[in-house]
């Protein structure tokens, strides 16, 4: 039915993991590092289909249609944006590979991360990828920022290929009382794909430098706009998606404030961005979700990765809130944004206890010092001897027994505990509860960055980790 709304659209991209061994940690796809030697190394710049007549129309956002005149320029330009976009598709459906000229990539001096606080930023209308390189792979229409658009089409081999699961592993279909929803056609382990997808639009949304009553007054225009881009498929397809706010607003933003997913932050842009996808924006809500979506900026794409195991005939679950807040907070955000009372087991039970127990992960998670890849709470047990072997496995244990209970596995910081206990195990030199603990590290790695940073190769054999035997080396 719905994700998250385009205002509190939030989620930013999770820290780097740590990686089993020197705790280095290793980029994650999707992470936005421009230029960086990650996407040197890979792809080359020459591979990249381009259309050498970019149609990109900046429209300065003085000229946001508050009167008569600046609607007629304005509707003037969005007739010229649909024409430069129709020969766009025209040129770019015949697939002719043009390589790029030399030249074409910004150098670092042209890259600009972030717009000024200074600069009114200019909402650009335009397709990304740039061209259809592959048979039926679909564009996403985007409403960005200056700038963006140069930034993500200067990543080396930008669009990387993706492909989905086959046979696919889920469908839509009707939910009882609630709507339209995604269910799991075959079991499907944590860390695994369930899909991925070209979302049908996508949004840059808010930024410190741009203050609400310059842009968000008027995204209802700015997003009729890009709705009026879309082929006519996707158009349908966004069409068909629910809207849970009636009549308070125009149709085509209550569409955009129910099925937004936060994507995080893109290339060239220091603010938010949001996108609805035809099929991931279906995914009902839960207080204990079973997957979790990530944006990856080099595919174009969301991908949508089961968190805990999904039984064939389940529902596929993701949060819209956050879940470590009380029950009653959680529903009041719930029935304000999207309408709906939400009846997950945490919120049907009515207890304390759940309550309680999310309270004391949120505190935990607030408390805890570990930073990118450096974890001072290990890092200090493994070196003082004074403080006893299992401190660090209790502590764990403790807070994976609140996750569990809780059904709670979203995010960094919950992989973290996981990751924690394994690395203890493997300081003491416990081989079985090493290999226990490192699978599930591994398997919630994959959940929450699409990749295993490292883990699998000390699931096949835990002393292939630098954390092996640590607590038993003599200082
Ligand atoms: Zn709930």
């Not at 002719?96 to 990539?105: E, H, R």
């Amino acid at each position: 039915m719905t994700t998250l709304d385009l205002e509190s659209s939030a989620k930013v991209f999770e820290p780097r993991s740590l990686r089993p061994g020197q705790g280095n940690g290793t980029m994650q796809r999707g992470s936005f590092v421009p230029l960086s030697k990650n996407y040197i190394t890979r792809g080359s710049p020459g591979a990249v289909s381009y259309h050498p007549h970019s149609y990109s129309h900046p429209l300065p956002l003085s000229a946001a249609p508050t009167s008569p005149v600046m609607n007629s320029a304005l509707l003037s330009l969005i007739h010229q944006i649909q024409l430069h976009d129709s020969n766009h598709r025209v040129t770019t459906t015949s697939r002719d590979k043009i390589k790029v000229p030399s030249g074409f990539l910004p150098s670092p001096e042209h890259y600009r991360p972030a717009i000024s606080k200074d600069i009114i930023p200019t909402p650009l209308w335009t397709t990304l990828p740039h061209c259809i390189l592959r048979e039926g792979e679909p564009l996403t229409d985007c409403l960005l920022r200056a700038g963006m658009k140069e930034t993500i089409l200067s990543i080396p081999g930008f669009p990387y290929p993706y492909t989905n699961p086959s046979p696919q592993r889920y469908k839509i279909k009707p939910i009882r009382g609630k709507g339209i929803g995604m269910v799991a056609t075959v079991d499907i382990d944590v860390g695994d794909l369930i899909l991925v997808e070209r979302p049908l639009v996508l949004m840059a949304i808010t930024t410190y430098a741009v203050p609400p009553e310059s842009y968000l007054q008027q995204p209802a225009r700015l997003q009729e706009i890009l709705i009026e881009r879309l082929q006519r498929q996707e158009y349908e397809e966004f069409f068909a998606l629910h809207n849970c706010k009636g009549n308070t607003r125009p149709h085509i933003q209550g569409i955009f404030d129910t099925n937004s997913i936060g994507i995080g932050r893109l290339p060239g842009f220091d603010g938010q961005c949001g996108a609805v996808c035809k099929d991931i924006s279906r995914v009902n809500h839960s207080c204990s979700p079973n997957a979790e979506w990530r944006f990856d900026v080099e595919t174009f794409t969301v991908a949508l990765r089961a968190i805990a195991p999904i039984k064939n005939s389940e529902q596929v679950f993701v949060s819209y809130t956050d879940s470590l807040r009380p029950r009653a907070e959680r529903q009041k955000h719930l029935l304000e944004r999207y309408k709906f009372e939400c009846t997950c087991p945490s919120c049907a039970s009515g207890s304390h206890k759940s309550d309680e127990a999310r309270m004391t992960l949120r505190l935990i998670n607030e408390g805890d010092k570990c930073e990118d890849h450096d974890d001072p709470m290990l890092r200090d047990w493994v070196h003082d001897r004074t403080k006893p072997d299992d401190m660090i496995l209790v502590k764990c244990h403790k807070t994976i027994d609140l996750l569990e209970s809780e059904k709670y596995y979203r995010g960094a910081r919950c992989v973290l505990w996981y990751q924690r206990l394994a690395k203890a195990y493997c300081a003491l030199e416990d081989e079985d509860n090493a290999r226990k603990w490192v699978q599930k590290a591994a398997k919630l790695a994959r959940a929450n960055t699409g990749h295993d940073a490292g883990w699998d190769a000390v699931v096949k054999n835990p002393k292939n980790t630098d954390w092996w035997g640590l607590r038993r080396v003599k200082p």
